[in-house]
């Protein structure tokens, strides 16, 4: 990573100042309006306490959910605050119902050095998703510099993330988004070998891209999901009621060819009539999916070689569940590569979590202390597989 961080700034350059701080508080609520995985305001905690220790203002700016670029009160980031407030304690955490008005300014303003001001939703504003220019001066008036640990966001050229970091000088990365770029980038450019990569999902379409971009550079790419049902269509086998691409067909049958034995398929599948938990299920080989069913899950015998080709690596890339790990017994295959992935982990292999439905699967599992990384940006981290350049990364300071 070649831009500026948090930690290239002198402590005369933090104390007093108001750092305008992109996180990214995207996070699930309950009916009640509880955070139910705080899981992302725990990973941006410690650069807040980096710049509170030396006496920053800290003010926050986050989207929360599609609320259309105007206010709406399901998708205010004020219950959010509460948590915040809960893992910073002994620290003041305010919180402000407007973003780009003379009050949040002078809320910025009132702050005290060691305090934080959460702003609200920066997607009520009609002009952030556009990367409205004027609207990024105005949120350049919040702070006295800009710092990026929204990697989640970084894909997104929005007014908070791209055009603000333009507007106020120095922009800089926070310690979450230095880590994400740092883990992501090396297991890239210098990994430990074997590197296994584990791409899973529904859609072929959402994930070819990667797919290209990674099969120079592994040893293996293992391929789960319903997206291997693409591969299979590609192969001429019959793939019963199970989701297919048929306008990727032809594109998969390239990477076929192309691929060679670095591209593992399931070679069992788990198959159901129904999506549903008391569905009768069975085993079948990849060849023998029965015309009124559908994969839901990689098989037994897919399970027990992945997990062996996870074990056996050194550096280990996973994006995408399996099956449809929501609904048991389609988890299996998920939990396989996650419980994997935890003893790669143990023997001294490096691990990187992708983010969104992957994430979710490996907590759920419990195992999300023993792999090196979770991401916190799905979306962001395969457009950062995929080689494409990040907007919000490339708007900060170069080192």
């Keep these: ?3 500026k961080t948090i930690r290239d700034l002198t402590d005369e350059q933090l104390r007093g100042r108001r750092a305008l701080v992109r996180v990214d508080f995207n996070v699930p609520l309950d009916a009640d309006r509880r955070v139910t995985d705080d899981t992302r305001l725990r990973a941006a905690v410690p650069t807040l306490e980096y710049l509170l220790d030396r006496g920053a203002r800290v003010v926050l700016l986050s989207h929360l959910g599609r609320p259309k670029g105007a206010p709406d009160a399901k998708y205010s980031l004020e219950p959010v605050c509460a948590r915040l407030a809960e893992l910073l304690p002994g620290r003041p955490v305010e919180f402000c119902e407007t973003t780009d008005t003379d009050d949040a300014v002078q809320a910025t303003e009132r702050l005290a050095p060691g305090a934080v001001l959460l702003l609200e939703n920066t997607r009520f504003l009609p002009g952030e998703e556009t990367n409205d220019q004027r609207l990024a001066r105005e949120l350049a008036r919040l702070g006295d510099l800009y710092v990026n640990d929204a990697f989640g966001a970084a894909h997104r050229a929005h007014a908070s993330t791209e055009g603000v970091a333009r507007a106020l000088p120095p922009a800089v990365a926070g310690l979450l988004m230095e880590k994400e770029l740092a883990y992501l980038g090396r297991a890239l450019a210098e990994p430990q070998r074997p590197f296994v990569a584990v791409l899973g999902g529904s859609k ?13 550079k592994v040893d293996y790419l293992l391929v789960g999901g319903a997206m291997a049902c693409t591969f299979f269509r590609a192969m001429g086998l019959e793939t019963g009621r199970s989701l297919v691409e048929p306008d990727r067909v032809d594109l998969a049958r390239e990477v076929l060819a192309r691929a060679g034995d670095k591209l593992v398929l399931p070679s069992d599948a788990t198959v159901a009539p129904a999506l549903a938990g008391d569905a009768p299920t069975q085993a079948v080989a990849r060849d023998a999916i029965p015309a009124d069913q559908a994969m839901y899950d990689v098989g037994p015998a897919t399970q027990a070689r992945y997990a062996e080709l996870v074990r056996a690596a050194r550096t280990v890339l996973w994006n995408g569940p399996m099956g449809v790990f929501e609904t048991p017994p389609f988890d299996a295959g998920t939990l396989a590569v996650a419980r994997a992935l935890a003893d790669a982990t143990d023997a001294g292999a490096t691990t990187i ?21 979770v991401s916190t940006g799905g979306g962001a981290s395969l457009e950062f597989l995929e080689g494409k350049t990040l907007p919000g990364v490339a708007a900060l300071h170069d080192a």
């Excluded at 072929?204 to 120079?216: C, M, Q, R, T, Y």
């Excluded at 979590?353 to 990384?373: I, K, M, P, Y």
Aim: hydrophobic residues 50%; glycine residues 14%; without cysteine.
């Design 204 to 216: 072929i379409s959402g994930k070819i891209d990667v797919v290209e971009a990674l099969l120079p």
């Design 1 to 3: 990573m070649n831009k």
């Design 353 to 373: 979590v992708g983010g969104g439905d992957s994430a979710a699967a490996v907590a759920q599992a419990g195992l999300d202390a023993r792999v090196t990384h």
